[in-house]
Protein backbone atom coordinates (compact mmCIF):
# COMPACT_ATOMS: atom_id res chain seq x y z
CA UNK A 1 0.00 0.00 0.00
CA UNK A 2 1.57 3.18 -0.93
CA UNK A 3 2.23 6.15 1.60
CA UNK A 4 -0.98 7.61 -0.42
CA UNK A 5 -3.82 5.73 0.26
CA UNK A 6 -3.59 4.27 4.09
CA UNK A 7 -5.33 3.66 7.24
CA UNK A 8 -4.98 7.25 8.47
CA UNK A 9 -7.20 7.88 11.81
CA UNK A 10 -9.88 10.88 11.19
CA UNK A 11 -9.18 14.21 12.74
CA UNK A 12 -12.83 15.24 12.98
CA UNK A 13 -15.92 15.34 11.16
CA UNK A 14 -18.36 17.26 9.00
CA UNK A 15 -21.27 18.13 7.94
CA UNK A 16 -22.20 17.81 4.29
CA UNK A 17 -22.99 21.92 3.95
CA UNK A 18 -19.92 22.23 5.50
CA UNK A 19 -18.10 19.48 3.48
CA UNK A 20 -19.58 20.75 0.29
CA UNK A 21 -18.69 24.88 0.95
CA UNK A 22 -15.32 23.77 1.94
CA UNK A 23 -14.61 21.67 -1.46
CA UNK A 24 -16.44 24.92 -3.46
CA UNK A 25 -13.70 27.31 -1.95
CA UNK A 26 -10.99 25.33 -2.67
CA UNK A 27 -12.12 24.43 -6.42
CA UNK A 28 -13.06 28.41 -6.85
CA UNK A 29 -9.91 29.26 -5.19
CA UNK A 30 -7.30 26.46 -7.42
CA UNK A 31 -6.87 26.69 -10.73
CA UNK A 32 -7.56 23.15 -12.77
CA UNK A 33 -9.05 21.58 -8.96
CA UNK A 34 -12.01 21.14 -10.70
CA UNK A 35 -11.15 19.74 -13.65
CA UNK A 36 -8.74 17.05 -11.60
CA UNK A 37 -11.85 16.74 -9.62
CA UNK A 38 -13.95 15.93 -12.82
CA UNK A 39 -11.03 13.36 -14.17
CA UNK A 40 -10.14 11.40 -10.92
CA UNK A 41 -13.24 11.30 -8.63
CA UNK A 42 -16.76 10.31 -8.58
CA UNK A 43 -19.92 11.98 -7.22
CA UNK A 44 -20.24 11.18 -3.29
CA UNK A 45 -23.69 9.77 -2.23
CA UNK A 46 -25.78 11.32 0.60
CA UNK A 47 -24.43 11.32 4.07
CA UNK A 48 -25.18 13.47 6.93
CA UNK A 49 -21.07 14.05 7.74
CA UNK A 50 -18.18 13.79 6.45
CA UNK A 51 -14.67 12.19 7.77
CA UNK A 52 -11.76 15.52 7.93
CA UNK A 53 -8.19 14.27 7.98
CA UNK A 54 -5.26 16.29 8.74
CA UNK A 55 -2.69 16.52 6.11
CA UNK A 56 0.15 14.13 5.88
CA UNK A 57 2.77 16.86 3.95
CA UNK A 58 5.51 17.82 6.07
CA UNK A 59 5.23 21.66 7.29
CA UNK A 60 1.40 22.13 6.13
CA UNK A 61 -1.41 22.36 9.07
CA UNK A 62 -3.86 21.69 6.67
CA UNK A 63 -6.94 19.30 6.52
CA UNK A 64 -8.03 17.48 4.44
CA UNK A 65 -11.96 17.20 2.60
CA UNK A 66 -13.63 15.03 1.20
CA UNK A 67 -14.12 15.69 -2.77
CA UNK A 68 -15.38 12.59 -3.94
CA UNK A 69 -14.64 9.03 -4.62
CA UNK A 70 -11.66 7.67 -5.95
CA UNK A 71 -12.39 6.93 -9.93
CA UNK A 72 -9.45 4.02 -10.01
CA UNK A 73 -9.05 3.11 -6.02
CA UNK A 74 -11.43 2.21 -3.57
CA UNK A 75 -10.65 5.20 -1.81
CA UNK A 76 -12.38 8.97 -0.96
CA UNK A 77 -10.73 11.14 -2.79
CA UNK A 78 -9.68 14.21 -0.10
CA UNK A 79 -8.15 17.86 -1.17
CA UNK A 80 -6.25 19.86 1.71
CA UNK A 81 -7.01 23.45 2.57
CA UNK A 82 -3.83 24.35 3.60
CA UNK A 83 -0.51 25.40 2.26
CA UNK A 84 0.15 22.32 -0.08
CA UNK A 85 -3.11 22.44 -1.65
CA UNK A 86 -2.33 18.26 -2.75
CA UNK A 87 -5.30 15.85 -3.28
CA UNK A 88 -4.46 12.42 -1.51
CA UNK A 89 -6.75 9.22 -1.47
CA UNK A 90 -8.15 7.84 2.23
Do not use: I
Not at 33 to 58: H, M, Y
Not at 66 to 74: D, R, S
Amino acid sequence: MTSNVGQNYPYTSESEAERGAAVAALVAGREGLADRLKAEASPLDQQDRWWVFKCPTKGCRGLLHVAGYAAEKHALYTVCDGTCGKTFLK
